[in-house]
């Protein structure tokens, strides 16, 4: 008890030191998706200094498992107190439809106990609505929806049937869902001069193996099309509980520009949803197109430095591929409140993941692995591609005293692959990299990675301002290491070595080689490891390899790891 006291009483001057009213204590909150848990709690006796535990269990298990401790967010939030001195965190690798019991305990002994279901993988359905067989060149506009309490409205073709809506340059999209708790299901849509498919101001949808193409116009006068135009589109702050699945997403009418070619890419994307609430799921997609019809980012909006952005909260996006970016395959930047990302295969892109930035967290990436990277296309003279972006795009343009960029990033276990072009490496050229020298970036966590840069001499670690917030450890890395004193004290400065016989897309550490059994311990994050440690890298060596796109399954995955065996050796 008398701990406890200390520990209140030195949270109270503190905050009256820094002029701050009392932080409110609020109850725990959990908030689930199908693999994850998301959870917030505001102690009177929250500090960074008095960290808050967690442990888990499936309802009816007697043991406990532990997971990655929250994220204590010191910030003050001045115009964000909701978000201020917060505990936050989540729990990854759940199964589906299961209850689960949780329990944090702070060092100074103050707990919470909290219980929540992830979401179930079998949706509950009211009726179904068979949409006609054949072409129709009229837009379907979905105007009625389930609820709650009675399930699902589907719009799907009848078994064995094709339905097609080609709308060609007659209208603004090809399909329009303007109701609450629907499914739109194998529906193949073409055309839309703005986008392919958008959804109003609705919540509860469910997207699922739907075919969209051909969507978009140029900008005046350009070669280039209208930027953020997008085979799924939204722009309301009330999207929420989304799901996009089993999609593919793919050769938008019109062309991105390169960065050489006019700057900044601007053009299509697969999925752009401005404003998003949160709880949006992103998996099992194929975004992808050819060099003729690229896209400005796989995903994402613009309000970056913010509060919000995309895909702002308590959201996941896993298990997709996604090619054919002049900029990042997947943008997440602004608030990332527990925004998971995990388990993509991201090929022909600049930059693999935009990062900048993170105002609130905890955003977790890990296990995603990097393909061809390339800033221009070949016909700019960029053969045999010696440019290229970064796996990790990092940075803000934001004074260091703004907390747009304070809020906490993990990379844990994500892969630079180095694919031959031309006889010559042509993956990514950087690894986490800070974008502008005169910024900083601050409560970046990098563990168990490989940061495999091209050429040798390139930075597989750039913090220009070194600041100790930042915290790089047990990578194994090629390249320059510009960061705090210490950075990579556990690391490797050598290439990985791969086993021959696994996967290319999904490469294992071979047995012995540097990297192997060598990674940090992460609970939750790596505690289905299988030798006497975590391998550094993506896949781990006796778990299967991962899939990406409409055949990826994270479910089985997680039961097939699960009852993998040890190794022998």
């Known amino acids: 008890m008398r701990r406890c006291v200390c520990f209140l009483l030195a949270g109270l001057l503190l905050t009256l030191a820094r002029g701050e009213s009392t932080p409110v204590a609020e109850p725990a909150q959990a908030v689930p998706t199908f693999h994850c848990i998301g959870l917030t709690w505001r102690s009177a006796a929250g500090a ?177 099309g209208q930027n953020l135009q997008a085979a799924i589109y939204s722009d309301t702050p ?21 960065w050489g070619e006019h700057g900044h890419p601007e053009g299509p994307q697969g999925i752009t949803f401005k404003h998003p609430r949160g ?8 975004i992808y197109s050819d060099d003729q019809h690229c896209f400005n980012d796989g995903m994402g909006e613009t309000d970056n430095f913010s509060y919000a952005g995309f895909p702002n909260r308590d959201s996941d996006i896993y298990g997709n591929r996604i090619s054919h970016c002049w900029d990042d395959a997947i943008e997440a930047e602004g608030a990332n409140l527990n925004v998971r990302i995990w388990a993509n295969y991201l090929d022909t892109t600049f930059n693999a993941l935009g990062l900048a930035t993170t105002s ?62 031309d006889g010559a490496p042509a993956g990514m050229r950087r690894g986490a990299y800070v974008t502008d020298p005169a910024y900083g970036v601050w409560n970046i966590t990098a563990r168990n990675n490989i940061l495999h840069t091209r050429p040798p001499g390139a930075q597989a670690v750039r913090d220009p301002l070194a600041d100790p917030s930042n915290d790089f450890d047990f990578d194994l890395y090629t390249g320059e290491l510009v960061a705090a004193p210490g950075a990579e ?62 055949d990826a399954d994270w479910t089985a995955w997680l039961r097939a790891a699960e009852n993998a065996p040890k190794p022998t050796r």
């Open 48 to 224: 960074a200094g008095n960290p808050c535990s967690v442990r888990y269990r499936a309802a009816g298990e007697s043991p406990w498992r532990d997971a990655l401790p929250l994220w204590f967010d010191p910030n003050p939030h001045a115009d964000a107190p909701e978000y201020a001195r917060q505990y936050r965190g989540s729990i990854v690798d759940l199964q589906p439809g299961t209850r689960y019991e949780i329990s944090l305990q702070l060092a100074s002994g103050e707990t919470q106990a909290v219980t929540a279901a992830t979401w179930s993988e079998q949706f509950p359905v009211q009726a179904v609505r068979r949409l006609p067989a054949g072409t129709s060149t009229t837009p379907l506009v979905i105007t009625e929806g389930g609820s709650a309490a009675t399930g699902y409205l589907v719009y799907e073709p009848a078994p064995g049937e094709t339905a097609i809506i080609d709308v060609g340059e007659a209208h603004p999209e090809a399909a329009r869902i303007e109701a609450s708790f629907v499914i739109l299901r194998g529906v193949t849509l073409k055309g839309g001069t703005q986008n392919g498919l958008v959804l109003g101001a609705v919540t509860d949808v469910i997207v699922e193996g739907c075919d969209i193409s051909g969507w978009g116009s140029n900008k005046p006068g350009l070669p280039w």
């Open 238 to 258: 009330v999207l929420e509980r989304i799901v996009v699945q089993r999609c593919r997403l793919h050769h938008p009418r019109t062309d991105s520009n390169s």
């Open 279 to 286: 709880q949006l799921v992103i998996r099992y997609n194929e």
């Open 360 to 421: 609130l967290g905890p955003q977790y990436v890990y296990r995603n692995l990097s393909g061809f990277s390339r800033t221009n296309p070949p016909s700019m003279g960029n053969a045999p591609y010696p440019s290229g972006g970064s796996i990790f795009k990092l940075g803000t343009k934001r004074p260091r005293a703004d907390t747009m960029a304070r809020g906490q990033v993990y990379l844990f276990h994500n892969t630079i692959l180095q694919p031959l072009m």
């Open 489 to 550: 004290s556990h690391g490797h400065a050598t290439a990985p070595q791969y086993d021959a016989s696994s996967p290319t897309t999904c490469p294992t550490l071979a047995v012995g080689s540097p990297g192997h059994d060598a990674g940090a311990p992460l609970a939750n994050f790596n505690s289905l490891h299988r030798g006497s440690g975590p391998d550094i890298g993506a896949a781990e060596a006796g778990l299967p390899p991962f899939r990406f796109g409409v």
